[in-house]
C-alpha cells in the first residue's frame, strides 16, 4: 500500500513512473469522448471516497472522472457531512472509512488531518491539498511543461507571489525532478525554509530574489498563483494586494524571461491581479493543458497507490 501524501515523501523513480504513464493514458485516450471507459479498467470494483473540507472544481471533477474512466466508483463527502474531526476522531474516521472504500482522496485544510487519516487507514490516502502542500497539481504542472518542452530536469522555474502550498509542492518537485526555482515576492511571504532546504540537499539550485525582472531572466518556466484567499479578510485582501502588485505577471514581466517560457497557473486565478488576461490567453500560456492533466496525472496516482 503506497500513500501520496507529499512529493518529497514520494521515490524520485517512483514520480517518474507516475509522469510517464499519466502521458501514455492521456495518448491512449485522444479523440474519445469523456465518459468512454479506458481499455485498461485497474479500478474495476474499487471505491473511492473523495473527502472535501474544501470547496473545489478541478480537483474533484479531476479525480471522480478519472475513477470512472478506469472502471472504479466514487463516493463524494464533504467536511460537514462527516463532522470530520468534530464529531468523530479523525483516526475513528480513517479506520471506519477503510471498511468501505479501497482508496481515501482528501483535500482538506490543516496538514495533520491528512498525516492522522493516513496513519490510520487500511487503504492508500491522496493528499488533494492541504495549507502547507498540493503535490497532485503539481505532478500535473510537470507534465504539462515536459509535453511542451521536454524533460524539465536543468531547467529555471520562477514562482512569482506568494510563496503558499502549490509553491512548497514546486519546491519538492524541484528537488524530486531536478530542475531549479527562483522565487520572487515580498519578504513576508517567502516559502518555507524547510521546503526550500529540501530542494537544496537534492541538488536544486533554490534562490529568492525581490526583483521580478532579474528573477525571470533566463526562465523556462514562469508560475503564478491567486493572491488570496477565500478565508481572507477584505483588510487582509487589501494588505495582500498591496505588496504583491509588484510582481504581477505581465507581458513585460514575460519578456524578460526566454521568448519560448511558458506561463502556468493553477486556477482559479483572478485576472488582472495576479497576472494579465493577456499573459493568461497568450502563446506561452498552458494553463488549460494544465488543468486538464490534473485528471491524468492523478490517474497515475491512483494506479501507483493501489499498485495497478
Not at 6 to 30: F, V, Y
Not at 280 to 298: C, K, T, W, Y
Amino acid at each position: 500500500m503506497n500513500h501520496f501524501l507529499d512529493i518529497h515523501k514520494t521515490d524520485a523513480a517512483a514520480l517518474r513512473s507516475m509522469i510517464d504513464q499519466a502521458g501514455a493514458m492521456k495518448q491512449a485516450r485522444l479523440g474519445r469522448p469523456k465518459a468512454a471507459p479506458d481499455d485498461e479498467q485497474p479500478l474495476a470494483g474499487r471505491m473511492v471516497a473523495l473527502i472535501f473540507e474544501k470547496p473545489s472544481t478541478r480537483t474533484r471533477v479531476s479525480f471522480d472522472v478519472g475513477v470512472r474512466q478506469m472502471g472504479g466508483q466514487t463516493m463524494v463527502l464533504s467536511g460537514k457531512d462527516m463532522q470530520l474531526g468534530h464529531g468523530e476522531t479523525i483516526a475513528d474516521t480513517a479506520r471506519v472509512l477503510s471498511r468501505y472504500v479501497d482508496m481515501i482522496m482528501i483535500r482538506t485544510f490543516d496538514e495533520t488531518i491528512l498525516t492522522e487519516m493516513a496513519e490510520y487507514s487500511d487503504v492508500p490516502v491522496i493528499n488533494g491539498l492541504t495549507d502547507r502542500t498540493h503535490p497532485c497539481q503539481i505532478m500535473a504542472d510537470v507534465l504539462t511543461y515536459e509535453e511542451h518542452r521536454g524533460p524539465i530536469a536543468g531547467k529555471k522555474v520562477v514562482w512569482t507571489g506568494d510563496g503558499n502550498n502549490v509553491c512548497a509542492s514546486f519546491l519538492h518537485a524541484a528537488g524530486q525532478f531536478g530542475f531549479d526555482l527562483t522565487f520572487t515576492g515580498p519578504a513576508q511571504f517567502d516559502p518555507e525554509e524547510e521546503f526550500m532546504g529540501f530542494a537544496r540537499q537534492k541538488g536544486s539550485k533554490i534562490v529568492v530574489e525581490r526583483d521580478p525582472y532579474k528573477a525571470v531572466d533566463g526562465a523556462d518556466l514562469v508560475v503564478a498563483d491567486t493572491w488570496v484567499s477565500m478565508h481572507d479578510s477584505q483588510s487582509a485582501k487589501e494588505r495582500r494586494h498591496n505588496l504583491l502588485r509588484p510582481y504581477q505577471v505581465n507581458a513585460e514581466l514575460m519578456a524578460h524571461a526566454k521568448p519560448d517560457a511558458l506561463f502556468m497557473h493553477c486556477l482559479p486565478a483572478h485576472r488582472e491581479e495576479e497576472a494579465t488576461s493577456e499573459v493568461m490567453d497568450g502563446p506561452n500560456s498552458v494553463i488549460f493543458d494544465e488543468a486538464e492533466n490534473r485528471l491524468h496525472a492523478q490517474k497515475a496516482v491512483m494506479r501507483w497507490c493501489l499498485g495497478v
